[in-house]
């Protein structure tokens, strides 16, 4: 290998065939002038990626669970809080936006906000946290809507642990379930916290977009669980 570019052999992709990388990028909020906005947006689309993520892990470890393979549900869930680790990291980018560059890109979001992201919504739905309150967000698409509601019908990580905990008969294996599951609740009540720090810094006591309380709303938020079951050790 001299590091000149070759085609790679008859019949293999490359990398950005793999990656499609050409359409990714092309949607990628990453073209604006402004490269505050090019912070803010592309850090949401990355978000939103790695939400897509959670949730097909989410639905491997309710798999495992109903399976009874603690092993591959550890396993399915060891990523989880990295994951969300790394989302809650990505908060600090987002603080180095100035105050101005902040309020600028504010205005121009109208009532747009992370509020609508219904893949937030699917991951706690998936996990058992229902409020149905959250259906009729505005600026959810029909097609969220549908999303939504098939998630509600669906069966919850935490109804999979619970039955799991119950058919199981090795101690140390629901545990390690338990844990593994509790170190993602833990990690996003992290990035929860996280989220209303940021919303104070560039918020204040002001409302968020959607019409929230902000800061106050999403502290209140923070205390939400997803798998409130999990931490429970008795
Ligand atoms: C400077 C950056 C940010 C600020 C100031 C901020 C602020 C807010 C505020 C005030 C809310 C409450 C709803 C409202 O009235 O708008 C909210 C909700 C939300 N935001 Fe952000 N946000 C920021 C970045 C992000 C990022 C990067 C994501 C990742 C996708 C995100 C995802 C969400 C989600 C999922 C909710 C709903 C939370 C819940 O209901 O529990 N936010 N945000």
Same mark, same amino acid.
């Given at each position: 290998?001299? +590091?000149?570019?070759?085609? !790679? !052999?008859?019949?293999? %992709?490359?990398?950005? *065939?793999? $990656?499609?990388? /050409?359409? @990714?990028?092309?949607?990628?909020?990453?073209?604006?002038?402004?490269?505050?906005?090019?912070?803010?947006?592309?850090?949401?689309?990355? =978000? *939103?990626?790695?939400?897509?993520?959670?949730?097909?892990? $989410? *639905?491997?470890?309710? &798999?495992?669970?109903?399976?009874? /393979?603690?092993?591959?549900?550890?396993?399915?869930?060891?990523? %989880?809080?990295?994951?969300?680790?790394?989302?809650?990291?990505?908060?600090?980018? $987002?603080?180095?936006?100035?105050?101005?560059?902040?309020?600028?890109?504010?205005?121009?979001?109208?009532?747009?906000?992370?509020?609508?992201?219904?893949?937030?919504?699917?991951?706690?739905?998936? =996990?058992?946290?229902?409020?149905?309150?959250? %259906?009729?967000?505005? +600026?959810?698409?029909?097609?969220?809507?549908?999303?939504?509601?098939?998630? %509600?019908?669906?069966?919850?990580?935490?109804?999979?642990?619970?039955?799991?905990?119950?058919?199981?008969? /090795? !101690?140390?294996?629901?545990?390690?379930?338990?844990?593994?599951?509790?170190?993602?609740?833990?990690?996003?009540?992290?990035?929860?916290?996280?989220?209303?720090? @940021?919303?104070?810094?560039?918020?204040?006591?002001?409302?968020?977009?959607?019409?929230?309380?902000? &800061?106050?709303?999403?502290?209140?938020?923070?205390?939400?669980?997803? $798998? !409130?079951?999990?931490?429970?050790?008795?």
């Amino acid at each position: 290998m001299n +590091g000149q570019a070759v085609a !790679p !052999p008859e019949g293999q %992709l490359s990398y950005g *065939e793999i $990656l499609q990388l /050409d359409d @990714l990028l092309s949607s990628a909020r990453v073209h604006d002038d402004d490269v505050d906005s090019v912070l803010f947006l592309a850090t949401h689309q990355s =978000c *939103e990626i790695y939400f897509a993520v959670l949730l097909r892990h $989410l *639905e491997a470890v309710r &798999a495992a669970l109903d399976a009874d /393979d603690s092993t591959l549900a550890v396993r399915r869930a060891a990523p %989880l809080p990295i994951i969300v680790t790394t989302l809650t990291r990505q908060f600090d980018g $987002l603080a180095t936006l100035t105050p101005r560059a902040f309020d600028a890109i504010r205005t121009e979001l109208g009532t747009a906000s992370g509020f609508q992201s219904a893949q937030f919504r699917e991951v706690e739905y998936l =996990c058992g946290l229902r409020d149905t309150r959250f %259906l009729s967000t505005q +600026g959810f698409s029909e097609e969220d809507r549908a999303r939504l509601g098939a998630r %509600l019908k669906e069966r919850s990580v935490q109804e999979a642990y619970a039955d799991f905990a119950v058919r199981a008969t /090795d !101690p140390d294996a629901v545990e390690r379930v338990r844990r593994a599951l509790v170190d993602f609740d833990e990690a996003l009540a992290m990035w929860r916290a996280r989220h209303a720090v @940021l919303a104070e810094r560039f918020l204040g006591g002001a409302t968020g977009t959607a019409g929230s309380e902000g &800061a106050a709303y999403l502290w209140m938020a923070a205390r939400r669980r997803v $798998l !409130p079951d999990a931490w429970a050790t008795s």
